[in-house]
């Protein structure tokens, strides 16, 4: 049930995101925070869909061994600059067909520096000033995800239908499974649970059971 309660979020966040991003059999990817709620879904579609190589990046230990465990190649963004692992991980280092930046801010920098030519960009955190030049001479494409838009606006909720029930047929393949923290939550203690996103060191989705 917790895994269930887990997904629709971040699995319709991660399927939008690659699915605008033109995903293709055989194309490299790039998910920065791998281990995040979003970031450990767009890791297992992009598998599933036939990306020849899925790298992600992460920042300890355990979130790197996740990642492998998860089938993606990874990353650690606090000991490999951009131009390291571009031309580490992707031919000639012509950098990755597609990045899915689960981060956002000032990392958004880092995807367009890890992007190949007229390379595809999804995001869902896009809430910031930054100067698109090195998108511009990349030619980049940019596409940033809100999945509530269909709740708010009410217009094309039906596409969320469908996707949910794609993602549960992903999941009963055995293609994708929900990563929950380890970290245990009831209704009572959603404060702690809040701060325990907050500290940043949670992996996949933080759950509250109501009993």
């Not at 999945?147 to 009410?154: A, K, R, W």
């Not at 293609?175 to 970290?183: E, F, H, N, V």
């Amino acid at each position: 049930a917790a895994r269930a309660a887990a997904l629709p979020l971040v699995g319709i966040t991660a399927y939008e995101g690659l699915q605008r991003a033109g995903l293709k059999p055989g194309q490299t990817v790039l998910v920065h925070g791998g281990t995040g709620g979003v970031g450990h879904v767009a890791l297992q579609l992009a598998k599933h869909w036939g990306a020849s190589k899925v790298c992600a990046t992460a920042g300890g230990a355990p979130q790197l061994a996740k990642i492998e465990e998860l089938g993606g190649t990874p990353i650690n963004y606090k000991d490999e600059t951009v131009a390291d692992y571009v031309a580490k991980h992707t031919a000639a280092g012509r950098g990755f067909d597609v990045v899915f930046d689960s981060v956002g801010g000032a990392n958004m920098l880092k995807s367009f520096e890890a992007a190949a030519l007229n390379a595809q960009i999804a995001t869902t955190t896009s809430l910031l000033e930054i100067d698109l030049t090195p998108a511009h001479f990349k030619g980049l494409s940019l596409h940033v995800v809100f999945m509530l838009i269909p709740m708010i606006h009410g217009v094309g909720r039906e596409k969320h239908g469908e996707i949910l029930a794609d993602l549960a047929a992903i999941c009963d393949a055995g293609a994708l499974k929900p990563l929950l923290d380890d970290s245990s939550f009831k209704l009572e203690e959603v404060a702690a649970a809040h701060a325990r996103l907050e500290s940043k060191k949670a992996m996949g989705k933080v759950v509250v059971e109501n009993d």
